[in-house]
């Protein structure tokens, strides 16, 4: 799988990093904070005995400081429950933090220890692998987390067609790219789900936030003009020579 | 604990990375396998009943081949056990790869898809952070195995008469800086044993392989004199000012 290799954020925290560019990210995160909340009080009562150590899995939680902000989140709306619940003694918690074999975890780990003194509690773990596979033992998981990850695909689906210079679905997309497209996320989202149903405890949860769009045209600006616009630029640069047709070709197939 | 932000092996693969340069450190393991394979047998002949995953931690495992390798040493002495005790099913092994948090955990990382191609029911993560202290739940390890890493102490000792040039114990150390390294040592040690007491499940058990030494004198060649050269060669640099006095006393201290 070799988008599995090559697809990162940017690594490190400089004014390139993915790290100093993940406000929409961040704000997405606070706006599913009633979720998380519902989610939570649903895995306590689901769960019998309320377990000493609760294990979380953050999946595609990159290098940044969303990796954080969701883990501050998650240990709230628990803190927050076992105070209403009356349940004095809180939970240690196992935090796993997934992401692809390419990001930055020596940036993420070396944010680890401020937080590590500030929730003595909590230990964290990285887990490098797709999230399209198997990545934690059967029954191990109580709540599975993930923000804005699930939109990336495994794999640029297999096409029959070509898709006339586009890196993904755009407006002049043959309709046969456009249900390659969407087998191929029907194909990678059954896979996630089924790795998951046996990673979880019984009785455990999940709260997985996609970018979607409410129009029924795939090609909508709403998820899709940012790749039209990286298209075109990449052809622009082609025609320069800068990278060659070749390259380019090989940015599509994501090879 | 400055020591521990900045301590660690040479990331990379590259001529002068730990990972191209770490044979003793191989041999050494290999060498303690019976050792393992007794641990391992005592684990299953307390442990009841058998759990479906055997979590293990290795704890200092750096990024170099030396931390597969005692994976691959875990997992067949329990292959074997399990063969030997008509147990058919074997378990799933969740492994835990520590080290500090400047380890180049890339590097491992990207070493990994291809070792959990092999041994598909093996799951990694890794733990970036300092075994002198808690690193995983309470009750959540089997196994805890951990090869020439635990002769780094946590900090340079407090000394109350100065080491006379020297960066460790020296032929020529005063006995009180001698006593100060034993002391840390202990204190040390005893933190360790705390914290993992804490985190093995109940007959759970660990093997530790230590630097040692044969002579009762402390400064003995057999495992202090690679320091007492590279003293040498810093007390020359200095005298050339590369780097200055200021720096050595700051290596000197740890800080």
Redesign the interface.
């Known amino acids: 799988m070799e988008v599995?290799?090559v697809l990162h954020m940017n690594g490190g925290v400089g004014e390139t990093s993915y790290a100093d560019n993940s406000s929409v990210q961040l704000e997405m995160l606070s706006m599913t904070r009633p979720i998380l909340e519902e989610a939570i009080t649903g895995l306590y009562l689901s769960i019998s005995p309320w377990p000493?150590?609760l294990t979380i899995a953050d999946l595609g939680c990159s290098s940044g400081p969303t990796a954080f902000f969701a883990v501050s989140e998650v240990i709230g709306a628990v803190e927050n429950l076992c105070r209403k619940m009356g349940h004095n003694e809180p939970p240690?918690?196992?935090f796993?933090l997934n992401d692809l074999?390419?990001?930055?975890?020596?940036a993420l780990?070396?944010a680890?220890?401020k937080m590590?003194e500030e929730e003595?509690r909590c230990?964290?773990?990285?887990?490098?692998?797709s999230f399209y596979g198997?990545?934690?033992?059967?029954?191990?998981l109580h709540f599975v987390h993930s923000s804005l990850a699930l939109q990336w695909l495994s794999q640029v689906p297999r096409m029959i067609e070509c898709n006339k210079g586009n890196i993904y679905m755009a407006s002049s997309s043959p309709k046969s790219v456009m249900d390659a497209y969407y087998r191929q996320f029907q194909n990678d989202f059954s896979v996630f789900l089924k790795c998951r149903a046996m990673e979880l405890v019984p009785g455990g949860c999940m709260v997985l936030t996609f970018v979607g769009r409410r129009s029924e045209d795939r090609s909508s600006s709403e998820c899709c003009s940012i790749w039209e616009l990286l298209a075109m630029a990449l052809n622009e640069m082609v025609s320069e020579s800068v990278p060659s047709e070749t390259v380019l070709i090989r940015i599509m197939k994501g090879t």
Do not use: I, W
């Not at 074999?101 to 020596?106: K, V």
């Not at 230990?123 to 692998?129: I, L, P, Y």
């Not at 198997?134 to 191990?140: H, V």
């Open positions: 599995m290799k000493s150590t240690e918690y196992q796993y074999p390419g990001n930055d975890f020596n780990f070396r680890l220890p590590q003595a230990f964290f773990t990285g887990v490098a692998g198997r990545l934690f033992p059967c029954k191990s």
